[in-house]
């Protein structure tokens, strides 16, 4: 047989070879230089899932800020506008950035890599995020670590004491997302139950918009229900199998609710706000409890948590304590400024990830729709 001598051509064009062997080295430098890192890594951690922009600093597994910028533009259009949280992470993450490292008192050389949240969440808004990350991780030699934004939520409860123990559920509540996880350990959860359709803060803040309520509407809810009856009104359950949640039935039947009752009276929101806002609180906060009653039943845990925007809601909190006295659970509620989108819970699951090595490329992408696990 005759042997072939012709000269194998790369099916990489010069352009694209060149840059893949940029990346291999960095990669195999970042490997080397992890292998000399402490135990105790500081990492810059960067939020930028939907319209607060946000970075933190954490210096072996204790958070040293959390900066936080909100995005006022979106009041006046009563949501939040796409386009114009894109826009305004480009302008807010480098001052933000800059306060986080200033400060803690860190500079560019004492960190040990830096963090992002990959998703779930606005592409745009996710877009700003991991680019600012890659260009900076790049730029000074750091590893890169991608965060699920969800499950950054779970671990907000030990960035302070006490922690919960594995395993434990999580009820993790907020405008986008509705879901029960069993966590066995900081980088081991899964979903057991979740929401078909819209998520309980999206119904907070939708009911509260059919009520004339500037957004978001969630909170004012919730403060307008302390002084209400929360037995004066009823509304009719969502029927969901198992676990699972659907609220989209919920805002439909408050719409008609509304429109009925505006048709006796039309000043029928602004005389009954409050008995309206405890009532309706009340029934979505029970639906959430519910559930998480019959995932502890199933599952035998009685370590309850609760995560996210909507664990900042008092009449949950409450019902929750008053859930556990009667049931015996051990509950977990993080502080208000961890409920809500911030980068320190980003600082965090970044933590667990460094200690185990879990780095990633500069070939990362957002995912608008990361789920848990992936």
């Not at 808004?125 to 750091?142: C, N």
């Amino acid at each position: 047989m005759k042997k072939d001598n012709t000269k194998k051509t790369s099916v990489m064009n010069a352009p694209y070879r060149k840059n893949f062997l940029i990346q291999k080295k960095t990669r195999f430098l970042i490997t080397c230089k992890f292998m000399l890192q402490p135990l105790h890594p500081t990492i810059l951690a960067i939020e930028s899932s939907c319209d607060e922009t946000s970075a933190s600093v954490i210096r072996g597994g204790k958070v040293l800020n959390n900066v936080i910028a909100s995005q006022a533009v979106h009041h006046k259009h009563g949501g939040v506008v796409p386009e114009l949280a894109s826009r305004a992470h480009q302008q807010n993450i480098l001052r933000v950035v800059n306060e986080a490292m200033a400060s803690a008192g860190i500079k560019n050389s004492d960190l040990n890599a830096v963090a992002f949240t990959r998703g779930p969440g606005l592409l745009g808004s996710l877009l700003v995020g991991v680019s600012f990350a890659k260009g900076m991780a790049l730029a000074l030699g750091l590893p890169l670590i991608e965060i699920n934004h969800m499950e950054a939520h779970v671990l907000a409860h030990f960035i302070d004491e006490p922690h919960p123990s594995f395993p434990f559920l999580c009820l993790t509540v907020s405008g986008g997302h509705t879901q029960i996880l069993v966590v066995h350990d900081y980088l081991d959860m899964r979903v057991i139950g979740e929401t078909h359709d819209d998520a309980v803060g999206e119904a907070f803040d939708k009911a509260a918009k059919m009520m004339g309520l500037p957004y978001p509407g969630g909170p004012l809810i919730d403060q307008y229900a302390a002084a209400g009856n929360l037995k004066a009104f009823s509304f009719s359950p969502t029927v969901m199998p198992g676990l699972d949640f659907s609220f989209s039935g919920i805002k439909t039947a408050f719409l008609y609710f509304l429109r009925d009752r505006k048709k006796e009276n039309p000043d029928f929101v602004e005389q009954n706000l409050h008995d309206i806002c405890a009532s309706l609180q009340h029934h979505l906060v029970q639906m959430l409890l519910q559930k998480l009653t019959l995932a502890a039943r199933q599952t035998g845990i009685h370590q309850v948590a609760i995560a996210g925007g909507v664990a900042a809601n008092s009449g949950l909190r409450q019902a929750l304590q008053q859930t556990a006295v009667a049931r015996g659970w051990q509950i977990f509620v993080p502080e208000f400024q961890y409920c809500t989108d911030n980068a320190a819970m980003i600082g965090m699951a970044a933590h667990f990830k460094f200690l185990q090595a879990k780095f990633t490329g500069l070939d990362a992408a957002p995912v608008a729709n990361l789920v848990v696990g992936a």
